[in-house]
């Protein structure tokens, strides 16, 4: 599995195929035999996965945790829904918002690439900051970055309608559109990962000393890391606003930030790892949202109990952590996790010989 | 096993690091009022030994007995308590705090009526603790250093001294001081493990010596039996090993 | 100038306020390398304890004292449950672990007391304020002022003077030599968190005395300013917690003397965005201070 050899980009296209692959099965089963609750469940999940996988791209290979992307979810879900809401709905709930704004009625694909751009542009005019912070200084300073987005979107009426929800947003997000931009992000996170930059920047990581002793540029690594992990992060931001079809400032604030980091720790630092997160963070959601509707202990009903399932979801992360530091998939990717696995197979099969042998 | 006197017995100690096995399989015996050097090349699981014996280094198997109590599975700060002491090798004074605050820490179980005066008793074999004692450990030069890492041991007046590599690191001039304080401790009759490269100096001062090679015992007895030749043996003993 | 030196008194204050967060942050941060976001859910524990013994007509004395006492003993039990088992952890790992602590704290929160303001009835004495020529001085800014001064006096002797002290400052430099010395592990994170608990619970009662009434996100606003404060002096370094603390309440009430009342609703993006500016230039504080993440136990 040598990385430096030859074509590496083969690996990364197989590994996001079959990555593909399995998410794509959970997609068929749920779209066959499930509710349309389970249908809801599953689009937010996937939108979870693009954002999961962008933040993935900056924190698994700098090794740095980042509380800030959601502020990027926002520029996309706002970028993009202030440019395809229905100009009438705007004349009433934005009547201050410049005439650009205001009258525009562009398409799904132009409006999410608007809401990127900002994300991107902002992301490169602080990303300079950011990268050179580590451990939990960075994790502060993102956490204040986050702050800052959501002072200034429940602050500005004139263009957000500030703390309160903005509402009319065309619901053109489709399951179509979450599965191909997740293929596009998982591939494009895939090649980042495995590129010169991704493999030196997660060498440094690990060593910082002996990454930058064989030439990684460590600053501008993470940087590139960044932009891109911003303009992912946007575009599962512009998803969510036309899935739901209403944001509020609220909404890209401390709980969706907690989500977010916590599929990417307790997964593992790899692209596949931010999936087996999601997946987890998302059943053990579901399943604690059940049981609240459906028991009671005691005096307390559960369904009357705001922040329980929150509580026990953090409380299990907690212990997850506790038990597997490194997370669900360590730092392997799908393929690596099935020639490890196969390759511990042999290795049975030949001690089984051996011993059959003797 | 342990023998009449023996303060500290080790047997069978192994010490590993993940798959890396640093240490095999160890028998050691020191007496009380020793002097024992513990000699081998770079890597053959001399300072692992000591790090095991003061519960640093991961113990893989094998049984310690201290003053007559087993310390297998103590903490370290439990070991310490029990009149254990240890020079780290490189020395590691607290470097941000002052001469009189490390001294402080070495005798972190007394009061402060006791620090004093066992304090003053030290002032005057390391003059250095006095002269300079409110200054900064880390502006000191490595001898200082040294000296000061040697003192704050001492101070809980631990029943066996762990020295390790006193001497690395130091110019020929300063060794011969850390040398004269080790011979003086031993005139004192504290007893010493004393892991060193400078194996000719350390022999010279011990009474017995053990050589490790690749984490084997290779050799032990008297230290005046031992000379060149059946060192380099030993040292080289390591090869036949592999 | 009356406006000016009412100005500073305030920034005074809320610096206070800010140094004493700062200051518990940083001493876990610096002997264990925890950077414990649950610092906020202690404030917002000792606010609860506040609100809940002076409705019930507690001397505000006891009620001080209970409140204190709630955030120690919530410190000690976070140590316990969730932090004594991750003493070898990733840096990584424990701060997800803090985050995950500090979210579940808060739900825990909303669950007892709900989601609706909590109004603190302080007693009379919190409003009092004396003239000095035309300018009105509250009480409680010149008490909180001093009493963070003395409190940092004690902490600096407590650090200096006292053996369990040596130690704390000792085991920040080098853990493993600390052991060496017969200190015990154990006894210098309770005393870590102990002392972190006190500084929460101090710094929540001054603050819950200007914002009375707790929310189970309270603790959250003063938590984060209290990192920021860390962050920008040199985190992992108390003197460097303080100044940093200061530096932001400076920022914070000059901003906000100096913007129009248009931009006041901004203040802490303000505020937050110069604190970024100068990570741009100090990455690792205004001390720069550089540690490295060794191995704890």
Same mark, same amino acid.
């Given at each position: 599995?040598?990385?430096?050899?030859?074509?590496?980009?083969?690996?990364?296209?197989?590994?996001?195929?079959?990555?593909?692959?399995?998410?794509?099965?959970?997609?068929?089963?749920?779209?066959?035999?499930?509710?349309?609750?389970?249908?809801?469940?599953?689009?937010?999940?996937?939108?979870?996965?693009?954002?999961?996988?962008?933040?993935?791209?900056?924190?698994?290979?700098?090794?740095?945790?980042?509380?800030?992307?959601?502020?990027?979810?926002?520029?996309?879900?706002?970028?993009?829904?202030?440019?395809?809401?229905?100009?009438?709905?705007?004349?009433?709930?934005?009547?201050?918002?410049?005439?650009?704004?205001?009258?525009?009625?562009?398409?799904?694909?132009?409006?999410?690439?608007?809401?990127?751009?900002?994300?991107?542009?902002?992301?490169?005019?602080?990303?300079?900051?950011?990268?050179?912070?580590?451990?939990?200084?960075?994790?502060?300073?993102?956490?204040?970055?986050?702050?800052?987005?959501?002072?200034?979107?429940?602050?500005?009426?004139?263009?957000?309608?500030?703390?309160?929800?903005?509402?009319?947003?065309?619901?053109?997000?489709?399951?179509?559109?979450?599965?191909?931009?997740?293929?596009?992000?998982?591939?494009?996170?895939?090649?980042?990962?495995?590129?010169?930059?991704?493999?030196?920047?997660?060498?440094?990581?690990?060593?910082?000393?002996?990454?930058?002793?064989?030439?990684?540029?460590?600053?501008?690594?993470?940087?590139?890391?960044?932009?891109?992990?911003?303009?992912?992060?946007?575009?599962?931001?512009?998803?969510?606003?036309?899935?739901?079809?209403?944001?509020?400032?609220?909404?890209?604030?401390?709980?969706?930030?907690?989500?977010?980091?916590?599929?990417?720790?307790?997964?593992?630092?790899?692209?596949?790892?931010?999936?087996?997160?999601?997946?987890?963070?998302?059943?053990?959601?579901?399943?604690?949202?059940?049981?609240?509707?459906?028991?009671?202990?005691?005096?307390?009903?559960?369904?009357?109990?705001?922040?329980?399932?929150?509580?026990?979801?953090?409380?299990?992360?907690?212990?997850?952590?506790?038990?597997?530091?490194?997370?669900?998939?360590?730092?392997?990717?799908?393929?690596?996790?099935?020639?490890?696995?196969?390759?511990?197979?042999?290795?049975?099969?030949?001690?089984?010989?051996?011993?059959?042998?003797? | 096993?342990?023998?009449?006197?023996?303060?500290?017995?080790?047997?069978?100690?192994?010490?590993?690091?993940?798959?890396?096995?640093?240490?095999?399989?160890?028998?050691?015996?020191?007496?009380?009022?020793?002097?024992?050097?513990?000699?081998?090349?770079?890597?053959?699981?001399?300072?692992?030994?000591?790090?095991?014996?003061?519960?640093?280094?991961?113990?893989?198997?094998?049984?310690?007995?201290?003053?007559?109590?087993?310390?297998?599975?103590?903490?370290?700060?439990?070991?310490?308590?029990?009149?254990?002491?240890?020079?780290?090798?490189?020395?590691?004074?607290?470097?941000?705090?002052?001469?009189?605050?490390?001294?402080?820490?070495?005798?972190?179980?007394?009061?402060?009526?006791?620090?004093?005066?066992?304090?003053?008793?030290?002032?005057?074999?390391?003059?250095?603790?006095?002269?300079?004692?409110?200054?900064?450990?880390?502006?000191?030069?490595?001898?200082?250093?040294?000296?000061?890492?040697?003192?704050?041991?001492?101070?809980?007046?631990?029943?066996?001294?762990?020295?390790?590599?006193?001497?690395?690191?130091?110019?020929?001039?300063?060794?011969?001081?850390?040398?004269?304080?080790?011979?003086?401790?031993?005139?004192?009759?504290?007893?010493?493990?004393?892991?060193?490269?400078?194996?000719?100096?350390?022999?010279?001062?011990?009474?017995?010596?053990?050589?490790?090679?690749?984490?084997?015992?290779?050799?032990?007895?008297?230290?005046?039996?031992?000379?060149?030749?059946?060192?380099?043996?030993?040292?080289?003993?390591?090869?036949?090993?592999? | 100038?009356?406006? /000016?030196?009412?100005? &500073?008194?305030?920034? *005074?204050? %809320?610096?206070?306020?800010?140094?004493?967060? +700062? #200051?518990?942050? $940083?001493?876990?941060?610096?002997?264990?390398?925890?950077?414990?976001?649950?610092?906020?859910?202690?404030?917002?524990?000792?606010?609860?304890?506040?609100?809940?013994?002076?409705?019930?007509?507690?001397?505000?004395?006891?009620?001080?004292?209970?409140?204190?006492?709630?955030?120690?003993?919530?410190?000690?039990?976070?140590?316990?449950?969730?932090?004594?088992?991750?003493?070898?952890?990733?840096?990584?790992?424990?701060?997800?672990?803090?985050?995950?602590?500090?979210?579940?704290?808060?739900?825990?929160?909303?669950?007892?007391?709900?989601?609706?303001?909590?109004?603190?009835?302080?007693?009379?004495?919190?409003?009092?304020?004396?003239?000095?020529?035309?300018?009105?001085?509250?009480?409680?800014?010149?008490?909180?002022?001093?009493?963070? /001064?003395?409190?940092? &006096?004690?902490?600096? *002797?407590? %650090?200096?003077?006292?053996?369990?002290?040596? +130690? #704390?400052?000792? $085991?920040?430099?080098?853990?493993?030599?600390?052991?060496?010395?017969?200190?015990?592990?154990?006894?210098?994170?309770?005393?870590?968190?102990?002392?972190?608990?006190?500084?929460?619970?101090?710094?929540?009662?001054?603050?819950?005395?200007?914002?009375?009434?707790?929310?189970?996100?309270?603790?959250?606003?003063?938590?984060?300013?209290?990192?920021?404060?860390?962050?920008?002096?040199?985190?992992?370094?108390?003197?460097?917690?303080?100044?940093?603390?200061?530096?932001?309440?400076?920022?914070?009430?000059?901003?906000?003397?100096?913007?129009?009342?248009?931009?006041?609703?901004?203040?802490?993006?303000?505020?937050?965005?110069?604190?970024?500016?100068?990570?741009?230039?100090?990455?690792?504080?205004?001390?720069?201070?550089?540690?490295?993440?060794?191995?704890?136990?």
């Amino acid at each position: 599995m040598n990385m430096l050899a030859g074509k590496w980009w083969k690996q990364s296209l197989v590994g996001s195929a079959l990555l593909l692959a399995i998410v794509l099965v959970i997609v068929a089963i749920v779209a066959l035999a499930g509710s349309t609750t389970d249908m809801r469940i599953l689009m937010v999940f996937l939108i979870n996965v693009i954002a999961a996988i962008s933040l993935q791209t900056y924190a698994g290979n700098s090794g740095n945790i980042s509380f800030g992307h959601v502020g990027f979810m926002a520029f996309g879900a706002y970028g993009s829904a202030l440019f395809t809401a229905d100009p009438a709905i705007k004349a009433i709930g934005i009547p201050n918002a410049p005439a650009f704004i205001r009258e525009a009625a562009i398409g799904f694909l132009p409006a999410m690439l608007i809401g990127t751009a900002v994300a991107v542009v902002v992301a490169a005019a602080i990303g300079r900051v950011f990268v050179r912070l580590s451990g939990a200084a960075a994790a502060v300073a993102t956490l204040g970055f986050m702050v800052i987005i959501y002072t200034l979107l429940s602050n500005a009426e004139e263009l957000t309608r500030g703390s309160k929800a903005f509402s009319g947003i065309p619901e053109y997000t489709t399951l179509g559109w979450c599965v191909a931009l997740l293929a596009l992000t998982i591939v494009v996170a895939r090649l980042l990962r495995d590129s010169n930059t991704g493999l030196g920047l997660r060498a440094c990581a690990d060593d910082p000393i002996a990454g930058q002793a064989a030439g990684v540029d460590i600053l501008n690594s993470r940087y590139v890391m960044w932009v891109a992990s911003a303009a992912g992060a946007a575009i599962a931001g512009a998803l969510y606003a036309h899935y739901i079809g209403a944001i509020l400032p609220k909404a890209f604030h401390f709980e969706l930030t907690f989500v977010l980091v916590t599929m990417v720790i307790v997964g593992g630092r790899s692209i596949t790892g931010a999936v087996a997160g999601a997946a987890l963070i998302t059943i053990l959601a579901e399943v604690l949202r059940r049981l609240e509707n459906g028991f009671s202990i005691g005096s307390i009903n559960l369904s009357e109990a705001p922040g329980l399932t929150t509580a026990v979801l953090a409380l299990l992360i907690v212990a997850t952590l506790t038990i597997r530091p490194q997370g669900l998939v360590s730092r392997w990717e799908v393929e690596e996790l099935l020639h490890r696995w196969q390759f511990r197979q042999k290795e049975h099969a030949s001690v089984r010989a051996e011993e059959n042998h003797v | 096993m342990a023998t009449q006197g023996a303060i500290l017995s080790i047997a069978g100690l192994s010490v590993s690091y993940g798959t890396v096995h640093a240490v095999r399989q160890l028998d050691m015996e020191i007496s009380e009022g020793e002097t024992v050097v513990l000699l081998g090349a770079n890597g053959a699981g001399k300072s692992s030994t000591l790090n095991a014996i003061v519960g640093l280094a991961p113990r893989s198997g094998g049984r310690l007995v201290f003053a007559g109590e087993d310390i297998t599975r103590k903490p370290t700060e439990a070991i310490i308590r029990s009149g254990l002491a240890l020079v780290p090798e490189g020395r590691r004074l607290f470097s941000n705090m002052t001469v009189r605050e490390n001294l402080r820490l070495g005798a972190a179980a007394l009061s402060t009526v006791e620090f004093d005066r066992e304090r003053q008793a030290l002032e005057d074999m390391f003059p250095i603790t006095r002269r300079r004692a409110h200054e900064q450990a880390g502006l000191l030069s490595g001898g200082e250093q040294q000296q000061v890492a040697i003192a704050r041991a001492l101070l809980a007046r631990p029943k066996l001294l762990l020295l390790d590599e006193p001497s690395l690191g130091l110019a020929p001039i300063i060794v011969n001081t850390i040398f004269e304080i080790i011979a003086e401790l031993k005139r004192r009759k504290v007893t010493i493990l004393l892991v060193e490269q400078n194996a000719e100096r350390a022999l010279s001062i011990a009474d017995r010596a053990y050589v490790l090679a690749q984490g084997r015992l290779e050799l032990s007895g008297a230290a005046g039996s031992i000379n060149a030749t059946t060192l380099e043996k030993a040292y080289l003993g390591e090869r036949e090993h592999a | 100038m009356q406006l /000016a030196l009412q100005q &500073f008194i305030n920034a *005074l204050s %809320l610096g206070s306020i800010y140094a004493l967060v +700062a #200051l518990g942050v $940083a001493i876990l941060f610096s002997i264990l390398r925890l950077a414990n976001f649950a610092h906020g859910e202690l404030m917002t524990t000792a606010g609860f304890t506040l609100y809940m013994t002076l409705a019930s007509g507690w001397n505000w004395v006891l009620a001080v004292i209970a409140a204190i006492a709630a955030s120690v003993v919530a410190a000690l039990i976070l140590e316990r449950v969730a932090y004594r088992r991750l003493r070898n952890a990733q840096p990584l790992t424990l701060l997800m672990t803090s985050f995950a602590v500090s979210v579940a704290l808060q739900s825990i929160f909303l669950l007892t007391f709900g989601a609706r303001p909590k109004g603190i009835e302080l007693p009379a004495f919190v409003d009092a304020s004396f003239r000095i020529g035309g300018m009105r001085v509250q009480w409680l800014d010149i008490a909180i002022i001093l009493i963070t /001064a003395a409190i940092v &006096f004690g902490l600096t *002797l407590f %650090l200096r003077k006292t053996v369990i002290g040596l +130690a #704390l400052r000792s $085991a920040a430099d080098d853990f493993q030599t600390t052991r060496l010395m017969g200190v015990k592990a154990n006894a210098l994170f309770v005393g870590a968190f102990v002392l972190s608990g006190m500084l929460a619970g101090i710094a929540a009662l001054f603050y819950f005395a200007t914002v009375p009434n707790v929310v189970p996100s309270s603790g959250f606003e003063p938590m984060l300013k209290g990192f920021i404060a860390c962050v920008i002096g040199g985190l992992g370094s108390l003197p460097a917690a303080i100044v940093g603390g200061f530096l932001l309440a400076f920022l914070e009430v000059g901003s906000d003397a100096l913007l129009s009342d248009n931009f006041s609703p901004y203040l802490d993006a303000i505020v937050f965005l110069i604190a970024i500016v100068i990570l741009r230039w100090r990455p690792g504080g205004i001390f720069g201070v550089r540690l490295t993440a060794e191995q704890r136990v």
